[in-house]
């Protein structure tokens, strides 16, 4: 795909042109736990709130609000095509046909919609408040996040005339053609475009997924955005989210019933799906606790995603929980997807993926160029893995502002579950810095589920 970024840019009338193109512009993930709500918890009433842990970037000072509730509108309008519910219906995902239900399909056509929502500015920033049903507010998530990064982008687009706008994009496309050649040719690489979410535009985001595809053949698996799966017939990628464990412990009527929740989410997940699309995503309340207390059964599904956890500690502890019940690890998958760039791919594909030399240590692969161009591999693959890569893929202009600026670099923007039936929703994860929720909940949850294994991590986006 031939874009001129800088003249469509310059010229184009940006206020016509919706940021949401589609239902089915959104994070497959997305998709799968929709059907998942709706066919176990369709009455649940859930709220998801968006904020901005960046505060420094005064978002609502950037753009009219106008603008955003025209975008927050148009999502609302549309519905999902008769040519998308085909799709959905009759191809084949994670190797497996009619993963969706046809009175699921038939639902979305007939009756799924966004639900209202609540907006207001506090401090510069926009504060969003979906509550509804469950089924109508869980889609929100990215549709929200995408339509705030790219009206951020559109604002610094603006302040560039059309020889900085060259500049701009010309030094993105040299940025991301230098991570495509860094990972050419490595054997065995697995990567897949995760940055619907945080994205510099949609435009960029195709056109980054484009340039993934035609240069890094079968190494680029697929990308977890559904609308361009579909459309350039590509693998759709991810299977589940924080949301499910953290409603499910909401409801739990006490503490006992609130740890045990998060192995309830695992048995109702594979009622519903199996095989690739069984990975657990242990970080909700801390990885090391939900490992030591896990069923037996749960070291059968295909593998583990990685997110708030340092991937290299993370996957050696799977790998030694794995061998501990006796399941072998080079059969089961790791998956990382946190704050991934070129490097760090790299490396965690050598480690866990058979480059190990000589008493190397996951220090000495933070920065594995060395180990790859040397190519000293061994036939010793610990798991199998492959990277998810999010925000420093489809928007990293770090460094490209020819008024050397920062209105283009990535913000932490996030929009989570806030609560559940009334009841406070709570995020732990591995990284204190990304706790969730009220602080006397917190405090709680804490008590409850432990903080063994938790650490401080700085958040980029």
């Known amino acids: 795909m031939i874009v001129n970024f800088a003249e469509r840019a310059h010229n184009h009338n940006w206020e016509l042109d919706p940021v949401t193109r589609s239902l089915l512009d959104t994070d497959f993930y997305k998709l799968l736990m929709l059907q998942f709500i709706w066919k176990h918890l369709p009455k649940t009433r859930v709220s998801f709130s968006l904020s901005n842990r960046t505060t420094s970037v005064r978002l609502a000072d950037m753009f009219p609000t106008e603008e955003l509730i025209a975008q927050l509108e148009h ?7 008769k040519s998308e519910l085909i799709w959905l219906a009759g191809n084949t995902f994670y190797g497996q046909r009619g993963i969706f239900e046809p009175a699921f399909l038939a639902w979305l056509e007939r009756d799924f919609r966004l639900s209202d929502y609540e907006l207001s500015v506090k401090n510069g920033q926009f504060h969003l408040l979906f509550d509804g049903l469950w089924t109508e507010t869980t889609m929100w998530e990215l549709y929200a996040l995408a339509i705030i990064d790219e009206l951020k982008t559109r604002a610094s687009l603006k302040r560039l005339n059309e020889f900085g706008l060259d500049i701009l994009y010309a030094r993105a496309k040299t940025k991301l053609w230098g991570k495509i050649e860094q ?5 065995d690489l697995h990567v897949a475009d995760f940055g619907t979410r945080r994205r510099h535009s949609f435009l960029w985001q195709e056109y980054v997924v484009e340039a993934m595809a035609s240069n890094l053949g079968s190494a680029f698996t697929g990308t977890s955005n559904a609308f361009l799966a579909h459309k350039h017939d590509l693998e759709a990628i991810g299977t589940n989210a924080h949301e499910i464990p953290m409603v499910l412990a909401a409801i739990a009527p006490d503490d006992r019933a609130m740890k045990a ?7 109702l997940w ?3 799906y199996e095989g690739a699309l069984l990975i657990m995503l242990p970080d909700t309340f801390g990885t090391t606790q939900f490992l030591q207390n896990a069923p037996d059964w749960a070291a059968d599904w295909t593998g583990q995603r990685v997110d708030s956890k340092d991937p290299y500690v993370a996957g050696d502890e799977y790998i030694d929980w794995l061998k501990k019940r006796g399941r072998d690890p080079r059969e089961k998958l790791l998956i990382a997807s946190d704050a991934l760039d070129v490097d760090e791919i790299l490396g965690l ?7 190990l030399v000589g008493g190397a240590t996951p220090k000495d ?8 161009d040397s190519r000293k591999w061994l036939a010793d693959r610990r798991i199998r893995f492959s990277a998810g890569w999010g925000t420093l893929l489809t928007n990293d ?16 923007l996030i929009c989570k579950v806030h609560d559940v039936e009334g009841r406070p929703a709570v995020k ?6 990304k706790a969730l929720g009220p602080e006397s909940e917190i405090e709680r949850y804490r008590r409850v589920f432990g903080t063994v294994g938790v650490a401080n991590i700085p958040v980029i986006a």
């Open 428 to 433: 732990l994860s591995d990284n204190y810095a």
């Open 270 to 272: 594979q009622s519903t």
């Open 397 to 412: 202009f770090r460094g490209c502002d020819p008024n050397d600026g920062g209105g283009f670099d990535p913000i932490s």
């Open 349 to 355: 594909h050598a480690y866990f993926g058979g480059a």
């Open 261 to 267: 929740s998060q192995y309830r989410v695992l048995e």
């Open 365 to 372: 692969f933070r920065r594995a160029t060395d180990f790859l």
């Open 75 to 81: 999502a609302r309008s549309l519905a999902f095509r």
């Open 183 to 187: 990972l050419r040719g490595v054997p």
